[in-house]
């Protein structure tokens, strides 16, 4: 989760690409009946994809440009918001050499290859949708099948899609393969997700599909990086979704939709911006994915959302988040940080048992029970709030690390952008001075040497692990351990209360 990716070969164009990726191959999944969702895969029929730089029309919004290139694809996107440019260029969200979306692909093998060797023509070259124009009508003729795809965009990045065969034949559509505008080495979550009718969603992650799925009700299928999602989707009608496992080692998934003579969807290519998302249709916001901790991770960014609406900037919507978090765990760690107290009081009383009875494992287990017992000390006590708070961390860090609404939002003074390490490390060595600072108020029972030694260099293991952090992470952990300290000041002076009043009491 921590540790960086693995880099891959970098084209020409700065995005990364397997070795293979010129020589993807154009499989087509098996046509689904409504009676079967489990056919499977027709082999592959090894034709090298035609690698197509020739753009057809160009859509304009004040946002993005999409080049439709001239096998009646998306063939690239370029975000025009400063907040999304990398090292100094407008951002391209598709890897040249992948496959785009709206691909169509035919089940006959003969149709197919035609259809991957034969250009589309378009209505119109340009579309500027700060005007009246907004729609496009792309023509393949092929020797059985003329295909008409019509396209009307949106100035949020939703488009419809109209696709109308003179002919009937088997065909698909794809969502492309996922976004590559990730440029960082952070461990984070991609691939391709389904929602089903349901309302389940089934996540196919880069590097660990096995299988092939057949989805006979799904609303939407989805590919998706860090930031940006390309979605094509229906929520009036059904949608038969399957995919096909492509990839270097072969376990990443393509997705596609199956097609009728007359079909109507839709389509969304930009950033997993929630507002955004919402706007479309607030199911869309299901495609922004967190991993194993979605179940936490969702309601925790819907606060930190609702926080931001309220103080309107997203670091201090963390530092509130934090804050609240602390506030609901507090009556646990409470617990957890009196009963530490104790223990460290019995500290010597414990290591006169072990020498005592050292050599006696069970009858020295014994002897603490019962000296725990008389002096309500839970040698478990403080590990519950711990326990509770590592999924939390856990959530709040994909929260962190794949919100795109943090991308070039500020926090105060030197930290502009919340989605990139701090420039100048100031919150990473804060961050290691208050977890020092932290530790040292803090009871532990320790009384190994060497564990004692190795406890006391976490903060500076810890400050190294963040210094190339996101600084909206950074920010949260710093955050939290000052709240920490200021709890833990709150409870030894509520014990040492407590414990001059018990010692008052026996006089």
């Known amino acids: 989760m921590f540790m960086p990716k693995t880099p891959k070969s970098v084209d020409q164009n700065g995005t990364q690409n397997g070795t293979t990726a010129t020589k993807q191959e154009q499989q087509t999944p098996t046509v689904m009946n409504t009676s079967s969702a489990t056919a499977p895969l027709q082999n592959s029929q090894n034709l090298a994809p035609v690698t197509t730089i020739k753009s057809l029309t160009t859509v304009k919004s004040d946002t993005f440009i999409y080049n439709i290139d001239e096998l009646g694809r998306i063939g690239q996107v370029k975000m025009l918001e400063t907040k999304y440019e990398y090292e100094g260029k407008k951002l391209e969200l598709l890897n040249p050499l992948w496959v785009k979306p709206l691909e169509i692909r035919f089940a006959d093998v003969s149709l197919n290859k035609e259809a991957l060797k034969t250009a589309y023509t378009s209505s119109v070259s340009n579309i500027d949708l700060n005007s009246n124009s907004s729609k496009v009508t792309l023509t393949q003729k092929l020797s059985s099948v003329t295909v008409t ?187 957890g940080m009196m009963s530490m107290q104790k223990l460290k009081d019995l500290a010597p009383q414990m290591k006169e048992l072990k020498e005592k009875y050292g050599k006696d494992p069970q009858k020295m287990n014994a002897k603490m029970m019962e000296m725990y017992k008389k002096h309500g000390a839970n040698p478990m006590g403080g590990c519950l709030p711990m326990i509770l708070q590592i999924p939390i961390f856990f959530a709040i860090y994909r929260v962190l690390l794949n919100a795109v609404e943090l991308q070039g939002a500020e926090w105060t003074l030197w930290i502009t952008n919340l989605s990139v390490m701090d420039p100048y490390f100031v919150l990473p060595l804060l961050m290691g001075a208050s977890m020092w600072y932290q530790q040292k108020i803090t009871p532990n029972t320790m009384t190994d040497p060497m564990q004692q030694k190795i406890f006391q260099w976490l903060p500076a293991v810890m400050t190294i692990f963040f210094i190339t952090f996101p600084a909206g992470l950074v920010l949260y952990w710093l955050v939290n351990n000052i709240f920490t300290i200021a709890q833990q000041y709150v409870i030894n002076n509520a014990f040492e209360k407590q414990k001059a009043a018990k010692i008052a009491a026996q006089k």
């Open 149 to 335: 795809k019509e396209l009307t965009f949106y100035k949020d990045g939703h488009y419809d899609i109209d696709i109308k065969l003179s002919t009937p034949a088997d065909y698909f559509i794809t969502t492309g393969q996922r976004p590559n505008a990730d440029h960082t080495m952070y461990m984070v979550v991609q691939g391709s997700l389904v929602k089903k009718a349901n309302g389940v969603i089934e996540v196919l992650e880069d590097g660990d599909v096995e299988e092939t799925v057949n989805i006979q009700n799904a609303k939407f299928a989805s590919a998706f990086d860090r930031y940006f999602t390309s979605t094509l989707y229906s929520f009036d009608k059904p949608l038969r979704v399957s995919n096909i496992i492509i990839g270097e080692d072969k376990d990443d998934a393509l997705l596609f939709i199956q097609g009728e003579q007359n079909f109507a969807l839709h389509g969304y290519l930009g950033p997993k911006d929630s507002s955004i998302l919402k706007s479309i249709n607030p199911e869309l916001t299901d495609v922004i994915e967190y991993g194993f901790f979605t179940f936490i991770s969702k309601p925790l960014f819907k606060v930190l959302e609702w926080f931001h609406g309220l103080v309107g900037n997203w670091g201090w919507a963390i530092v509130l988040v934090t804050l609240l978090i602390k506030l609901i765990l507090f009556p646990l760690s409470y617990k």
